[in-house]
């Protein structure tokens, strides 16, 4: 299955890498690497996230961590919609 990052999921990546980079390279680092391991497993997995109330979109929640995976999944891809941050708007999610 293949993994293929919306322009808006890309933005929101490099806004967190940019936003972290300047105050802790480290935990970007750390960071990315927990994304790395969530977007492997939504391929591995597409159904672990939660359903949201937008049809075919599913929330996975990083654990210990205040951001959010937005995405769907399709017959042969996920998409990934958003990586949301949980003291933004959350209207701003999807």
Known sequence: M???LTTR???DLVAIS???EDRDPR???TLFA???RLFAQVQAMPQCGRL???PDVRCLVV???PYKIFYRATS???EILSVFHTSRDPRDAQ
């Open 9 to 11: 999921a890309y933005n």
């Open 27 to 29: 935990a970007a680092t």
């Open 63 to 65: 654990p210990r961590l």
């Open 18 to 20: 940019e936003f972290l």
């Open 2 to 4: 293949k993994l293929r």
């Open 52 to 54: 949201t109330d937008i």
């Open 34 to 36: 927990v994304f790395e």
């Open 76 to 78: 042969d891809t996920i």
